[in-house]
Antibody, heavy 123, light 110 residues
């Protein structure tokens, strides 16, 4: 089975750094884009950006660019999302998701989701 | 950026009934750019429909998607207990941000 398994919940203070992970299994990790999605409490999902494990090509959503960094380690089949200085407003559930792309449809969609990592930032 | 609105915000129906969920885009969208996901409380979203009308693997055929232009619909026939959840439509873009989500429709048991 294709799966994305994320690291566990984190509780941090404002200003602290954090790196969460997303490990793929059941497929060749380097062949599909991995995206990250934020879901704040009681709200809908928001697209943060994507990274291609094959060459680490990254595209950030304008709302998140400069505040988070996406990376991958293809050797272990994992993608990462990191913050250098957390804010209380970063409190949310973060999902990684495997993208599927179709040249026939000239479109992509969010096919396989990780279980989510809860990040809580509070003093 | 395309903005999606969903209606109704909450839909209360009994098991066995049919649900019609609407997703309206702020401008005309290529149908293949529309997908739908289901999210149950405390869980990750699950892809149901991609390309406006194609069911994802494992999705029963009582769930269907349709639409064109600015108006898209998710229909769930013969509601079962497992269907009560929040449903989001999403639109893909060749520009940033790559995906935009609607605010969701909550399907409640009546």
């Amino acid at each position: 089975d294709v799966q994305l398994v994320q690291s566990g919940a984190e509780m941090k203070k404002p200003g602290e750094a954090l790196k969460i992970s997303c490990k793929g299994s059941g497929y060749t990790f380097g062949t599909h884009w991995i995206g990250w999605v934020r879901q704040m409490p009681g709200k809908g999902p928001e697209w943060m950006g994507k990274i291609y494990p094959g060459d680490s090509d990254t595209t950030y959503s304008p709302s998140f660019e400069g505040h988070v960094t996406m990376s991958v380690d293809k050797s272990v089949g994992a993608a990462y999302l990191q913050w250098s200085s957390l804010r209380a407003a970063d409190t949310a559930l973060y999902f990684c998701v495997r993208l599927e792309h179709s040249t026939v449809y000239s479109s992509s969609w969010l096919q396989i989701w990780g279980q989510g990592t809860q990040v809580t930032v509070s003093s | 950026e395309v903005v999606l609105t969903q209606s109704p915000g909450t839909l209360s129906l009994s098991p066995g009934e049919s649900a019609t969920l609407s997703c309206t885009a702020s401008q005309s969208v290529t149908p293949t750019y529309i997908s739908w996901s289901q999210q149950k409380s405390g869980q990750a979203p699950r892809l149901l429909i991609y390309g406006a009308s194609n069911r994802a693997t494992g999705v029963p055929d009582r769930i269907s998607g349709s639409g064109s232009g600015t108006d898209f619909t998710l229909t769930i026939d013969n509601l079962e207990p497992e269907d009560y959840a929040v449903y989001y439509c999403q639109v893909y873009s060749n520009f940033r941000p790559m995906f935009t989500f609607g605010p969701g429709t909550k399907l409640d048991i009546k």
